[in-house]
């Protein structure tokens, strides 16, 4: 009996650990999840509201929740909708409706040669600051306290109409989600 005991507690407590240290470590979908949200056929939308999102301090890497502005890019897949959420730091200006105003300048720079002749446009400067880059699953709210998901959502059409609605979210123009998709890609090819 004390065997069968002492198995249920070792399973039980591997359970409790798992889920711990997945929570601690999973802050941002996996470059090739975020590659796909980036893609040209997702479409980008940004709200004038801040959602929680984790994120890592500079000075000492300790996990933190901050609320930040954010994109919500939107994949289409059949009849359904994958979510991500793609947080960034505040503007230097807002629109009357209170959503961040997004500049850019566009130029032809590479760090890295062997890409150099794929003629991908870089945005060197922006309005904004993206410190924590990378797409997000988003947060889900249990018993009042936050979770990251573990992966992103699918809706269906009607779902992702609600979720637009409450998030107060706009579609962004075409030139800034293009050059917006193609600055995001260059820094995952060139971060690190």
């Known amino acids: 009996m004390k065997k069968i005991i002492l198995m249920l507690i070792f399973i039980l407590g591997s359970f409790v650990f798992a889920e711990t240290a997945g929570n601690e ?35 000492d890497s300790s996990i933190e929740w901050e609320k930040k ?27 009357k409706e209170g959503y961040p105003i997004l500049t850019h300048r566009i130029t032809r720079k590479y760090t890295q ?16 600051d993206n410190t924590f880059f990378g797409a997000h699953p988003g947060i889900e709210i249990k018993k009042g306290k936050r979770y990251e998901r573990k992966s992103y959502q699918v809706l269906s059409e009607n779902e992702l109409n609600i979720l637009l609605k409450s998030r107060n979210a706009k579609r ?10 193609a600055w995001a890609t260059w820094l995952i090819y060139n971060a690190g």
């Not at 002749?117 to 904004?128: D, H, K, L, W």
């Not at 123009?173 to 998709?181: I, M, V």
């Open 25 to 59: 470590t999973e802050l941002f979908l996996s470059p090739n999840e975020t590659k796909i949200f980036l893609s040209p056929n997702a479409q980008f939308y940004i709200s004038n509201q801040k959602e929680w999102f984790l994120g890592i301090t500079p000075d």
């Open 69 to 95: 502005y954010y994109f919500i890019s939107i994949l289409p897949v059949g009849k359904n909708y994958k979510i991500a959420y793609i947080p960034f730091d505040e503007t230097k200006s807002y629109d």
């Open 113 to 128: 040669k062997t890409r150099k002749e794929e003629n991908i446009p870089v945005a060197v400067s922006y309005s904004f």
């Open 172 to 181: 962004l123009d075409s030139t800034t989600e293009k050059y917006l998709k």
